[in-house]
């Protein structure tokens, strides 16, 4: 029998969301706040990103080391990302120290202090962010392919550039907030041990008095597509590939997951045993599902040497493109399983449970249920699966690739 998912969305605009789990003794929360990275202005690139750090640097009468340490004496394991569409606050402690948190974390939202003689050393923090990117070619690669798949602003990366964030100033980071950290469109997920009365009621006093300013239209632009090839000197070359899909919301996600991980979950999958076992050109390869909230992509990823990338990339795709032949019944039985244990690891986890009832509300504007999941995935069929791919057969594939050498990529490129 499911839980029962408790939602309540106050006068200004804020979503609470509320999943009780009785069977354990901690409570997870995930705010989601409109102040995703493709509010940043051009000139600003990072600035969402510059912000979340600020933010964690003291609020209301707390300075950043009080901050710090109040959330430690509450035992807070916790976290602060920056996507597309949200800057996103997030961490699990015990039960009993959930109220005192939500406490610190709405003053975060509603009252940071943004501290000017810090600013310094938060623009560090983010080149430090931005750096490690670059050291990572995996990444480096990846940030690229969105990029050129998605195109601007839906495909910016939150770090930004150097030259950006340079520029950014306490004003910029003032304005951002005041516009963006608000309630319009903020989604606050709880799961664990909660009593759900109280804590509708706990969050109306501490966030009903945040005020919306108002929405801001947002620009968009068709993204480049094609192959893009960033020279790097190293003996290795990192591929990406990606082409599109269906966005979570669409109600043939799950074939499409599916799909994807007949490509991609295991070391049974095909992407693993035809490119690095059978033929060992690789030692990373994998294909993902990504969404955004009216689109979607599959993103793919290998890792090789230079003079094994083009036969890589040309397996990769030879790969992608036989999807359309459909898949076996061995290989969806396989997928079940690992899809199965995944859920039921979810359910055993307050922080994983709140982080998708949020994603859930912000895709679909409710929340799934772990056991219409289950039979989500019961259902699935080769049959149902095929006839998805032979409808959306992987075409028009955007191609990144960063070393020594372009590879050639023009059969199948958008």
């Given at each position: 029998?499911?839980?029962?998912?408790?939602?309540?969305t106050?006068?200004?605009g804020?979503?609470l969301?509320?999943?009780?789990?009785?069977?354990?003794?901690?409570?997870?929360?995930a705010?989601?706040?409109?102040?995703?990275?493709?509010?940043?202005?051009?000139?600003?690139?990072?600035?969402?990103?510059f912000a979340?750090e600020m933010?964690?640097?003291g609020c209301?009468?707390?300075?950043?080391?009080?901050?710090?340490e109040?959330?430690?004496?509450?035992?807070v394991?916790r976290?602060?990302?920056v996507?597309?569409?949200?800057?996103?606050?997030?961490?699990?402690?015990?039960?009993t120290?959930?109220?005192?948190?939500?406490?610190?974390y709405?003053d975060?939202?509603?009252?940071?202090l943004?501290?000017?003689?810090?600013i310094?050393?938060?623009?560090?923090?983010?080149?430090?962010?931005?750096w490690?990117?670059?050291?990572?070619?995996?990444?480096?690669?990846m940030?690229?392919l969105?990029?050129r798949f998605y195109g601007?602003p839906?495909g910016?990366?939150?770090?930004?550039?150097?030259?950006?964030?340079?520029?950014?100033?306490p004003?910029?980071?003032?304005?951002?907030?005041?516009q963006?950290y608000q309630?319009e469109?903020?989604?606050?997920?709880v799961?664990g041990?909660?009593?759900?009365?109280?804590?509708?009621d706990h969050v109306?006093?501490?966030f009903t008095?945040?005020?919306?300013?108002?929405?801001?239209?947002?620009?968009?632009?068709?993204?480049?597509k094609?192959?893009?090839?960033?020279?790097?000197?190293?003996?290795?070359?990192?591929?990406?590939v990606a082409?599109t899909?269906?966005?979570?919301?669409?109600?043939?996600y799950?074939?499409?997951?599916?799909?994807?991980?007949i490509?991609?979950?295991?070391?049974?999958s095909?992407?693993?045993?035809e490119?690095?076992?059978?033929?060992?050109?690789?030692?990373?390869?994998?294909?993902?599902?990504?969404?955004?909230?009216h689109?979607?992509?599959?993103?793919?990823y290998?890792?090789?040497?230079?003079?094994?990338?083009?036969?890589?990339?040309?397996?990769?795709?030879?790969?992608?493109?036989?999807?359309?032949?459909g898949?076996?019944?061995?290989?969806?039985?396989r997928?079940?399983a690992?899809?199965?244990?995944?859920?039921i690891?979810?359910q055993?986890?307050?922080?994983?449970?709140?982080?998708?009832m949020a994603?859930?509300?912000?895709?679909?504007g409710?929340?799934?249920?772990?056991?219409e999941?289950?039979?989500?995935?019961?259902?699935?069929?080769?049959?149902s699966?095929n006839?998805?791919?032979?409808?959306?057969?992987?075409?028009?594939?955007?191609?990144?690739?960063?070393?020594e050498?372009?590879l050639?990529?023009?059969?199948?490129?958008?």
């Amino acid at each position: 029998m499911s839980n029962v998912i408790h939602s309540h969305t106050y006068d200004n605009g804020l979503v609470l969301l509320a999943e009780s789990m009785d069977w354990v003794e901690s409570a997870a929360f995930a705010l989601l706040l409109p102040a995703g990275y493709i509010h940043d202005p051009t000139s600003h690139l990072g600035l969402a990103n510059f912000a979340c750090e600020m933010t964690q640097r003291g609020c209301g009468d707390r300075d950043s080391h009080r901050f710090v340490e109040d959330l430690d004496r509450l035992g807070v394991d916790r976290n602060a990302a920056v996507s597309a569409a949200h800057s996103s606050y997030g961490g699990a402690t015990l039960a009993t120290s959930l109220e005192g948190v939500l406490e610190i974390y709405a003053d975060l939202v509603r009252r940071p202090l943004l501290p000017a003689e810090q600013i310094e050393e938060g623009r560090q923090v983010c080149f430090q962010e931005l750096w490690s990117i670059e050291d990572d070619l995996a990444r480096k690669t990846m940030r690229g392919l969105k990029e050129r798949f998605y195109g601007n602003p839906w495909g910016r990366s939150s770090q930004g550039t150097a030259e950006c964030l340079q520029q950014i100033s306490p004003a910029d980071i003032q304005t951002f907030i005041a516009q963006y950290y608000q309630p319009e469109g903020a989604i606050l997920s709880v799961a664990g041990k909660v009593d759900w009365e109280r804590l509708r009621d706990h969050v109306g006093e501490l966030f009903t008095p945040w005020n919306p300013p108002g929405t801001v239209a947002l620009p968009d632009t068709l993204p480049p597509k094609g192959y893009l090839h960033v020279p790097y000197e190293s003996n290795q070359t990192q591929i990406g590939v990606a082409y599109t899909s269906v966005p979570y919301a669409d109600p043939n996600y799950f074939q499409a997951r599916a799909a994807v991980g007949i490509l991609s979950d295991g070391m049974s999958s095909r992407l693993f045993t035809e490119v690095r076992e059978n033929r060992g050109l690789c030692y990373t390869v994998y294909a993902s599902c990504h969404s955004l909230r009216h689109r979607g992509s599959v993103l793919c990823y290998a890792a090789t040497s230079t003079e094994r990338a083009q036969e890589t990339l040309d397996v990769m795709l030879s790969e992608l493109q036989k999807l359309k032949d459909g898949i076996r019944q061995d290989e969806l039985d396989r997928l079940k399983a690992r899809l199965k244990s995944s859920l039921i690891m979810q359910q055993e986890s307050s922080s994983a449970r709140s982080s998708s009832m949020a994603a859930d509300w912000y895709h679909l504007g409710r929340v799934m249920q772990m056991d219409e999941v289950g039979r989500i995935i019961d259902d699935l069929t080769c049959d149902s699966i095929n006839e998805y791919l032979a409808n959306h057969a992987p075409q028009a594939f955007t191609v990144v690739t960063l070393g020594e050498q372009p590879l050639e990529v023009s059969d199948g490129i958008s």
